[in-house]
């Protein structure tokens, strides 16, 4: 299995602020990459696809990039409602696994 | 506006089947283009994806849940089904119902969820 290490865990910022969390996996996976914020309670929601394309809808605050190994998602100043958990996701390769989860939440 | 939606029981006994069902509206559970998934979530943990399967009835399971795991769709209700069979607490989680494109067309994400439906393992 392909496995997904999210840093940092937990990221203190406030609103305005430009954040980056980091993916990396333990083995190429191309661009095969997406990105999902999750709020309590709720099914977590599509932010971003095959690394760095924005879904419908998202913001453009949203952002991602990177190609192999490390990726990043960046929000480029944070809204009081980006406060909340951030998946990535690999699809490279079945078994489709996620990294642990990182909470945004606000200094 | 394509809606997927889970139900079944919410509290399993220990070494018991777990049954759930999605119901997909808005679309057809038969498109070339769409693959259907499980995903589970244990309370305040990260997201573990089950299996997927295609509308031929084609699976792809997790190799950690294979032995236990059995998906299947019914093209006529537009539905599909998970079954995990001997269930233990660590069981017990939120299963959502998902689907992604087709990995030919550059899929393997998940744009569609259900709401998710919390099951609880005990006795």
């Known amino acids: 299995d392909i496995q997904m290490t999210q840093s940092p865990s937990t990221l203190s910022a406030s609103v305005g602020d430009r954040v980056t969390i980091t993916c990396r996996a333990s083995?190429?996976?191309?661009?095969?990459l997406a990105w999902y914020q999750q709020k309590p309670g709720k099914a977590p929601k599509l932010l971003i696809y095959?690394?760095?394309s924005l879904e419908s809808g998202v913001p453009s605050r949203f952002s991602g990039s990177g190609s192999g190994t490390e990726f990043t998602l960046t929000i480029s100043s944070l809204q009081p409602d980006d406060f909340t958990i951030y998946f990535c996701?690999?699809?490279?390769?079945?078994?489709?696994?996620f990294g642990q989860g990182t909470k945004l939440q606000i200094k | 506006q394509l809606q997927l939606q889970e139900s079944g029981p919410g509290l399993v006994k220990p070494s018991e089947t777990l049954s759930l069902t999605c119901t997909v509206s808005?679309?057809?559970?038969?498109?070339?283009?769409?693959?259907w998934d499980w995903i589970r979530q244990p309370p305040g943990k990260g997201l573990e994806w089950i299996g997927s399967?295609?509308?031929?009835?084609?699976?792809s399971y997790n190799p950690s849940l294979k032995s236990r795991v059995t998906i299947s769709v019914d093209t006529s209700k537009n539905q599909l089904s998970l079954k995990l069979s001997s269930v233990t607490a660590a069981d017990a989680a939120v299963f959502y119902c998902?689907?992604?494109?087709?990995?030919?067309?550059?899929?393997?994400?998940?744009?569609?969820w259900g709401q998710g439906t919390l099951v609880t393992v005990s006795s």
């Open positions: 998902a689907r992604h494109m087709s990995p030919s067309l550059g899929g393997g994400y998940f744009d569609y």
């Open positions: 808005g679309g057809s559970i038969s498109s070339s283009s769409s693959y």
């Open positions: 399967i295609y509308h031929s009835g084609s699976t």
């Open positions: 083995q190429s996976i191309s661009s095969w």
């Open positions: 095959k690394a760095s």
């Open positions: 996701q690999q699809y490279d390769n079945y078994p489709y696994t």
